[in-house]
């Protein structure tokens, strides 16, 4: 019961933040007579402060145990981030690090009141945008940007085994940019694609994320020059690596156990 | 250029293109669920083909497309001259 209230605060804390900023600081920010690229900027710094305000009332509840492991490979710049997607939460926990990031997103986030103005001052790249995509993108990672990239296009079902689709790893065979996993488990699984909001666990939510070692994409360019080929060959490696990491104990984190 | 043809020259291109077993690429076959191309390789498909044919093809034309057999029409209908053909 009392677990349920808190996580209801956290979350009202968390929507009236999105919904006056959304009001009144990226307004303020939209006005100011700055050029788009440092508006980008102060946007996805806004993002990233109301994500930790989350997460850190989050953890000061009680509510939430996070491990963050080699969360200093997040540093490269001009690199594909790439994470599974269990849960809204996981999004937050990792806009809650990067404080310069280009998210890929679903196109109707431009359009959701609670996300749009967010997105859309953000510079956020929606999925829809076909080569376009692909070349915006490539732009970005030129620009010493990183991309974060969710393959599997949508919230996971819990305890299936994921399936990505090759945007990302077309995207990173084009520009030649390294691909970085991040490993992402939850238990127990919350704000998932078919849960409620208000469906509250019975226990802390206790999530590991992994950030691995960055993948060669060079080897991939190397054994076919058809990109088309490459992408299915890169996406199905890294579909196989996220489902054996993932097939493990939580906190059966190989390599260093650094926590942020 | 008739459409056996154009349906051979189609064939021939999706499995160079894309690496598959030329008997999976049938005309029923369709394009996202059968043979797993997604939209950034129809984007490939569609500059390939454009080139090779010399057809005005553009990507508004695969919207409605949905298997092997509506490449080969859009592409009949648009009238792809033989002597084009690389």
Same mark, same amino acid.
């Given at each position: 019961?009392?677990?349920?209230?808190?996580?209801?605060?956290?979350?009202?804390?968390?929507?009236?933040?999105?919904?006056?900023?959304?009001?009144?600081?990226?307004?303020?920010?939209?006005?100011?007579?700055?050029?788009?690229?440092?508006?980008?900027?102060?946007?996805?710094?806004?993002?990233?402060?109301?994500?930790?305000?989350?997460?850190?009332?989050?953890?000061?509840?009680? &509510? +939430?145990?996070?491990?963050?492991?080699?969360?200093?490979?997040?540093?490269?710049?001009?690199?594909?981030?790439?994470?599974?997607?269990? #849960?809204?939460?996981?999004?937050?926990?990792?806009?809650?690090? +990067?404080?310069?990031?280009?998210?890929?997103?679903?196109?109707?986030?431009?359009?959701?009141?609670?996300?749009?103005?967010?997105?859309?001052?953000?510079?956020?790249?929606?999925?829809?945008?076909?080569?376009?995509?692909?070349?915006?993108?490539?732009?970005?990672?030129?620009?010493?940007?990183?991309?974060?990239?969710?393959?599997?296009?949508?919230?996971?079902?819990?305890?299936?085994?994921?399936?990505?689709?090759r945007?990302?790893?077309r995207?990173?065979?084009?520009?030649?940019?390294?691909?970085?996993?991040?490993?992402?488990?939850?238990?127990?699984?919350?704000?998932?694609?078919?849960?409620?909001?208000?469906?509250?666990?019975?226990?802390?939510?206790?999530?590991?994320?992994?950030?691995?070692?960055?993948?060669?994409?060079?080897?991939?360019?190397?054994?076919? #020059?058809r990109l088309a080929v490459a992408a299915r060959? &890169?996406?199905?490696?890294?579909?196989?690596?996220?489902?054996?990491?993932?097939?493990?104990?939580?906190?059966?984190?190989?390599?260093?156990?650094?926590?942020? | 250029?008739?459409?056996?043809?154009?349906?051979?020259?189609?064939?021939?291109?999706?499995?160079?293109l894309f690496d598959?077993?030329?008997?999976?690429?049938?005309?029923?076959?369709?394009?996202?669920?059968?043979?797993?191309i997604?939209?950034l390789d129809?984007?490939d498909l569609?500059?390939?083909?454009?080139?090779?044919?010399?057809?005005? +093809?553009?990507?508004?034309?695969?919207?409605?497309?949905?298997?092997?057999?509506?490449?080969?029409?859009?592409?009949?209908?648009?009238?792809?001259?033989?002597?084009?053909?690389?």
């Amino acid at each position: 019961m009392l677990r349920a209230g808190g996580i209801g605060l956290c979350l009202t804390v968390f929507g009236v933040a999105g919904v006056l900023s959304g009001l009144l600081l990226f307004p303020i920010a939209r006005a100011a007579p700055v050029g788009p690229e440092r508006r980008r900027d102060w946007a996805q710094w806004l993002i990233h402060r109301l994500c930790r305000l989350f997460v850190r009332l989050t953890r000061a509840l009680g &509510l +939430l145990d996070d491990r963050l492991y080699a969360a200093d490979r997040l540093e490269q710049s001009g690199a594909v981030i790439v994470a599974n997607h269990p #849960s809204l939460l996981d999004v937050v926990l990792l806009l809650a690090r +990067l404080r310069r990031v280009d998210c890929v997103v679903k196109p109707n986030l431009r359009y959701r009141p609670a996300t749009a103005v967010a997105v859309r001052m953000a510079g956020y790249i929606t999925r829809a945008e076909g080569p376009a995509l692909v070349e915006r993108c490539c732009a970005a990672l030129a620009d010493g940007r990183c991309l974060l990239i969710f393959p599997s296009g949508t919230r996971e079902a819990p305890d299936q085994p994921l399936k990505f689709e090759r945007g990302a790893a077309r995207i990173a065979l084009h520009a030649g940019a390294p691909l970085i996993p991040v490993v992402i488990r939850m238990r127990p699984p919350v704000l998932g694609k078919s849960q409620r909001w208000y469906h509250a666990p019975a226990s802390v939510i206790t999530v590991s994320i992994s950030v691995d070692e960055p993948l060669d994409i060079d080897d991939y360019i190397k054994r076919d #020059s058809r990109l088309a080929v490459a992408a299915r060959e &890169l996406t199905a490696d890294l579909t196989r690596y996220f489902n054996r990491r993932l097939s493990t104990n939580v906190y059966d984190c190989t390599d260093d156990r650094r926590r942020d | 250029m008739d459409k056996d043809d154009i349906l051979e020259h189609v064939q021939a291109e999706i499995v160079r293109l894309f690496d598959l077993a030329p008997a999976s690429v049938q005309p029923g076959s369709r394009l996202y669920e059968d043979l797993d191309i997604d939209s950034l390789d129809a984007v490939d498909l569609v500059g390939e083909l454009r080139r090779q044919t010399g057809a005005a +093809l553009a990507p508004e034309n695969f919207r409605q497309v949905r298997t092997v057999q509506d490449i080969v029409d859009t592409l009949h209908e648009l009238g792809v001259d033989h002597h084009s053909r690389v």
